[in-house]
């Protein structure tokens, strides 16, 4: 079946750092989402991609849609306390298809 | 409501007993899905209802889980004789027509003692 490799598993990172987390997929996706999770919550949506090659931003996060349609990162710029939290990219093959998940980073940030 | 609500938020039960989730959708969005997460790991997929089309259970670990959707809008899983490796938070979202976006509930929280 198609899968998700998501990495890294974890991040331990300094105050102010910048971040960088990606996914691979084994087959196509037509849509990339980047979802984050704090501790209680559920996860709530970052950024949707839904072209090749897109380059999208919501404030300090940055997502881009790979040219392969395979893959897909989100960086952080400049990271503040509550970026801390799991972050899940998923993706979707097709419209008419569930989305499928990466199996999460945790960044945790250093005091 | 504005988001997508869920059910107790917490439950906690003995070992054998029946349980009942809910899960209240953002209105109009036509597919619903549940999904399971133990502690500390990713999303697990259960089942997916789309419109009035047959929902697809490809996930459902065992027998002992169902779940229905009644009028296209609130859904109820149900775990029957609970086990403790049920114990888990289980989440539902909502998917609006023609996007992939998902919204999800804040989750309900079970343990099985």
């Known amino acids: 079946g198609q899968q998700l490799n998501q990495s890294p598993q974890s991040m331990f990172i300094q105050e102010g750092e910048d971040v960088s987390m990606n996914c691979t997929s084994s087959?196509?996706?037509?849509?990339w989402l980047w979802y984050k999770q704090d501790p209680g919550e559920g996860p709530v949506l970052l950024i949707a991609?839904?072209?090749a090659g897109e380059l999208t931003s919501n404030g300090r996060l940055t997502a881009q849609f790979g040219i392969t349609r395979k893959d897909s990162f989100l960086n952080i710029s400049a990271s503040i306390p509550s970026d801390v939290g799991i972050y899940f990219c998923?993706?979707?093959?097709?419209?008419?298809?569930?989305?499928?998940w990466g199996a999460g980073t945790k960044l945790i940030i250093k005091p | 409501g504005a988001g997508v609500s869920q059910s107790p938020s917490n439950k906690v039960t003995e070992k054998g007993k029946d349980v009942e989730l809910r899960c209240d959708p953002i209105?109009?969005?036509?597919?619903l899905y549940w999904y399971r997460q133990s502690l500390g790991q990713g999303l697990e997929f259960l089942i997916y209802?789309?419109?009035?089309?047959?929902?697809?259970k490809s996930g459902l670990p065992s027998d002992r889980f169902s779940a229905e959707r009644t009028g296209g809008s609130v859904s109820t899983l149900t775990i029957q004789r609970t086990q403790q490796e049920d114990s888990a938070v289980y989440l539902c979202?909502?998917?609006?027509?023609?996007?992939?976006?998902?919204?999800f509930g804040e989750g309900s929280r079970l343990t099985v003692l």
């Open positions: 979202a909502g998917r609006g027509r023609n996007t992939g976006e998902l919204f």
């Open positions: 209105s109009g969005h036509t597919a």
């Open positions: 209802f789309q419109g009035n089309s047959a929902p697809d």
């Open positions: 991609l839904y072209k």
């Open positions: 998923a993706g979707q093959p097709d419209s008419n298809y569930q989305l499928i």
């Open positions: 087959s196509i996706f037509n849509t």
